[in-house]
């Protein structure tokens, strides 16, 4: 069974960072397309950032782009993303996602977990 | 970047009546080499993540009640539930996935009348 589990969220100051971690478990990480997609509070949903499956090749949103950093470790099987430059827009439930086969987008989801910009 | 609106934002339906939401993309996301519209749905209840239900504009992921249904083509989608049951109250959403950045429809909020 896909297991997505998330940490590292919070509250940090404006300008501030935070980095986010996934640990993955239950499939086959190496071979997998991973995602970003976040959900400010009572608002819809914005995919963030992708990854190939190697980490050679990286995706962001126009939103996050020059200030977020997506980032894999094949042998711990954990993603990260790392968010500098923190603005109270980026304030959201950070939801990491797994790529289906070629033609599913998001099958798998984490549990999420809150980022707070605000002072 | 590719546009996503739903209609309606929200819908009340009665238990076992249908419910049909809408969403229309600004440009086409048909991929003609393989014939495929890349349009997917979710679902998503409080407090929990969004739930993948339909991919392909049409093809329900594994374990989905045929009660949900996709279908169109090209920038015109329609998701339809054939009878609400209790337990599909939600918010509903599409995207599209032919181009990055993927985008998302604003959402639709099913409850019950």
């Known amino acids: 069974e896909v297991h997505l589990l998330q940490s590292g969220g919070g509250l940090v100051q404006p300008g501030g960072s935070l980095r986010l971690s996934c640990a993955a478990s239950?499939?086959?990480?190496?071979?997998?397309?991973m995602n970003w997609v976040r959900q400010a509070p009572g608002k819809g949903l914005e995919w963030v950032s992708s990854?190939?499956?190697?980490?050679?090749?990286?995706y962001y949103a126009d939103s996050v782009k020059g200030r977020f950093t997506f980032s894999r470790d094949n042998s711990r099987n954990t993603l990260f993303l790392q968010m500098n430059s923190l603005r109270p827009e980026d304030t959201a439930i950070y939801y990491c996602t797994k790529s289906g086969t070629p033609g599913i987008p998001f099958p798998n989801w984490g549990q999420g977990t809150l980022v707070t910009v605000s002072s | 970047d590719i546009v996503m609106t739903q209609s309606p934002d929200s819908l009340a339906v009665s238990l076992g009546e249908r419910a049909t939401i809408n969403c229309k993309s600004s440009q086409s996301v048909l991929y003609s080499s393989n014939n495929k519209n890349y349009l997917a749905w979710y679902q998503q209840k409080p407090g929990q993540p969004p739930k993948l239900l339909i991919y392909?504009?049409?093809t329900r992921e594994s374990g989905v009640p045929d009660r949900f249904r996709g279908s169109g083509s090209g920038t015109d989608f329609s998701l339809t539930i054939s009878s609400l049951q209790a337990e599909d109250v939600a918010v509903y959403y599409c995207q599209q996935y032919y181009t990055i950045p993927w985008t998302f429809g604003q959402g639709t909020n099913v409850e019950f009348k």
């Open positions: 392909w504009a049409s």
């Open positions: 990854i190939s499956e190697s980490g050679d090749t990286t």
């Open positions: 239950g499939f086959s990480f190496s071979g997998s397309v």
